[in-house]
Each structure stands twice: as C-alpha cells, then as structure tokens.
C-alpha cells in the first residue's frame, strides 16, 4: 500500500491567490482528517469525513477555508483567498470505519508546507 | 471533553542517555492512548498505543511507555537514545471505540539528540 498520498509537498503562492490542497486515502479506509501544524497552535485538526460526508468542522477557522471529498479516494482542501497566516503544514490522515484490533490508528500523509507570502 | 498535556516542549538529550518524555490525559472516560513520532519534515507515525491489557507498552525503535491509571499519565521512555532519535513526539488520546479513531494530540515534544 502507497499509504497516504498528499500533493503538493510544497507550495508558495502570494496572499489573495486561491490554494488547493490534495488528499488520496489509504484504499479502504472509511474516514478523512485534515490537519494544520503550526509553531504557534501545534496541530488543529480542521475536519474530517465519513465515507465522503463532512461530519465535523469545527475546526476550520474561516470562510476563506472549505473541503471536499468528492469520492472515496480524493479529498481537497481549499484557501480562497490565501492570507500570509495560513502559512502552515497541512496532514491529511485517514483510517479505518472503527477500532478493528490493535494495528487500527490514523495513518499520516507527508504534509504539504503551505507558504503565502 | 478530552484533552492532552505534554509538560516539555524541548527535551536535549546526550546520544545513549535515557530520556523520558512525559503526557497526562484528561477524560471523564476510558480513552486509549498513543505516541506518534514526527521526523524533520515528515508526515506523523505511529510509536506504539494502549488500548487495553498490560500497563507497558513496547513500541517501535526501542520506545516503551506505561499507563498509569491513576495518575492519568502515559509517559514514554527510552533507555538508550540515538541521534536519529531527534525528532518531534506527539501524545494523544481517542475515546474507546471513536467514530475515525478521532484522535486530540498533545502540542509535542521536540528531542534534541546531541553526540
């Protein structure tokens, strides 16, 4: 298995531009997370999904944030407009429908380093 | 409502020394509990989690950590750091039986490993 699959890795773009972030899955995992690590907040999870539907996001901080996950195997996190405050590693995570045994957690995807300038 | 408490932010340790990083829980329930490690610009994984049984865990790499109930801690140890051991360590909880494995982190420890 590829594990977690996040594009870019690395994106710069300049306050008031549109940021797409991507998220595959891990195959048959029912659940999505996206997180944002940051020095100053640590790690926020921002929302998540249940077999494509968004149950919480809570923790998204503003309007300018949304998420899709339009299928089993895509997810999308948009900044529209970008602020330099949004700068930040954002995770995608995903795991399985409930605790299967003692191998079930969240698996990780690499990040994608967001900077705004 | 749960949360995580990781009481160092930094920890330098010498190469072959012990180290301990330390995490207490709050929950008004039963919560499993976990320790993920993060490398320089890396993605989170998994050291090693309690759900049930036996009090110590063994994880990956050599990491041990003991869930002491009573004192709602759940530090992790090592008896004998590398450098490649430096690295950012996130404690973490989950509701038993949480929808996703929904998980609240602790804001890290970062291990300075120093030859």
């Known amino acids: 298995d590829a594990g977690v699959i996040q594009s870019p890795r690395h994106e710069v773009t300049e306050m008031g531009q549109e940021v797409t972030l991507r998220c595959k899955p891990i195959s048959g995992h029912d659940y999505l997370f996206w997180y944002r690590q940051t020095m100053m907040r640590g790690l926020e999870l921002l929302i998540y999904?249940?077999?494509?539907?968004?149950?919480?996001d809570s923790g998204m901080p503003e309007d300018r944030f949304s998420a899709k996950m339009p299928n089993a195997s895509f997810s999308t996190l948009k900044i529209q407009p970008s602020e330099p405050r949004d700068s930040a590693v954002y995770f995608c995570a995903s795991s399985p429908r409930l605790w299967q045994g003692s191998t079930d957690t969240q698996y990780f995807g690499p990040g994608t380093r967001l900077t705004v300038l | 409502a749960q949360s995580v408490t990781q009481l160092d932010s930094q920890v330098p340790v010498f190469e072959e020394a012990p180290v301990e990083l330390r995490c207490n829980y709050s929950s008004s329930v039963s919560v499993y509990l976990f320790w993920y490690v993060q490398y320089p610009n890396q993605g989170l994984q998994l050291l090693l989690k309690?759900?049930?049984?036996?009090?110590l865990v063994k994880g990956i790499n050599g990491f041990e950590a003991e869930f002491n109930k009573s004192q709602t801690s759940f530090h992790l140890r090592k008896p004998s750091v590398h450098i490649s051991d430096t690295a950012e360590y996130f404690c973490a909880v989950s509701l038993i039986k949480a929808a996703g494995n929904k998980l609240t982190f602790g804001g890290g420890t970062r291990v300075l490993v120093k030859p």
């Open positions: 999904f249940n077999n494509n539907v968004p149950i919480d």
């Open positions: 309690y759900l049930s049984g036996s009090t």
